[in-house]
């Protein structure tokens, strides 16, 4: 069976097509390249998705936004290649070692079920306009919940904490065998603790203790400067062609 169907629709996935509602399937404008016309068709799970049912979207190159699911079919530009890591090859550095030393010493980290309120609503607006992530206007609870925190399959929420002050958040999905990074938004003053990479390990580090096999960092884009520092977690497979390939390190 070919990896991708005559219709562009992943083949891995084809099992549960029947269970995914098309919400919207039209060109627009892409996110992540200038002047590029994306294609991501969005899909509403009409019945309850499993452990294995998330694992086998994720599989496929699915990402989540709020309750909806998608996945990218802009041909002839083939950018975006989602990206995975199997935890028990993970290899960590001595640069990802000092940011979990940092980390233990002065932070409170906490898993638990995704919340909305007036601080991480701040906290995700503070993130966008102090990294530069567009010029959309600010969000407010009720966008934050419709992004983040409604969803269509298990999801959980890591909190950073310094002090009493919230300084990270960051949203995984989670599968029978695998998890997936959905979105992290932190406090530009605490740039000390990198807390991006730190939220990428700590969802290792849940993974390998909770026997979960992959970790999905989302799209590499290799122009994209807000993604394509993913490259920095190795050994990883990305999603080209509707096969997985391991990359090689540069």
């Known amino acids: 069976m070919s990896a991708i169907n005559n219709d562009g629709f992943p083949a891995h996935a084809e099992p549960l097509r029947e269970h995914l509602l098309p919400i919207q399937d039209t060109p627009s404008a892409c996110p992540y390249i200038d002047g590029v016309t994306a294609r991501m068709p969005l899909f509403y799970p009409v019945t309850p998705l499993s452990g294995e049912d998330v694992d086998r979207l994720l599989a496929a190159g699915f990402r989540r936004s709020g309750n909806l699911v998608y996945f990218t079919k802009c041909a002839p530009c083939h950018a975006c290649e989602p990206t995975r890591l199997d935890v028990a090859h ?114 290792i580090q849940w993974a390998q203790q909770q026997s979960r096999r992959w970790v999905y960092l989302g799209l590499y884009v290799e122009s994209n400067s807000h993604l394509n520092y993913k490259a920095r977690y190795q050994p990883q497979e990305r999603l080209i062609s509707g096969k997985w390939q391991a990359i090689e390190p540069t």
């Open 90 to 203: 993970f290899q960590l550095s001595s640069s990802f070692r000092r940011v979990l030393k940092r980390a233990a010493k002065d932070l409170t980290l906490s898993w638990r079920m995704p919340s909305v309120d007036d601080d991480r609503v701040r906290l995700y607006n503070t993130h966008r306009e102090g990294r530069n992530l567009g010029s959309s206007p600010p969000i407010d609870a009720q966008d934050y919940h419709a992004f983040l925190t409604e969803t269509c399959w298990p999801t959980l929420e890591l909190e950073m904490k310094l002090g009493e002050q919230l300084v990270g958040i960051s949203i995984m999905d989670v599968g029978q065998e695998s998890v997936s990074a959905v979105y992290t938004h932190f406090d530009p003053q605490a740039s000390r603790y990198s807390l991006g990479t730190l939220a990428v390990l700590l969802q």
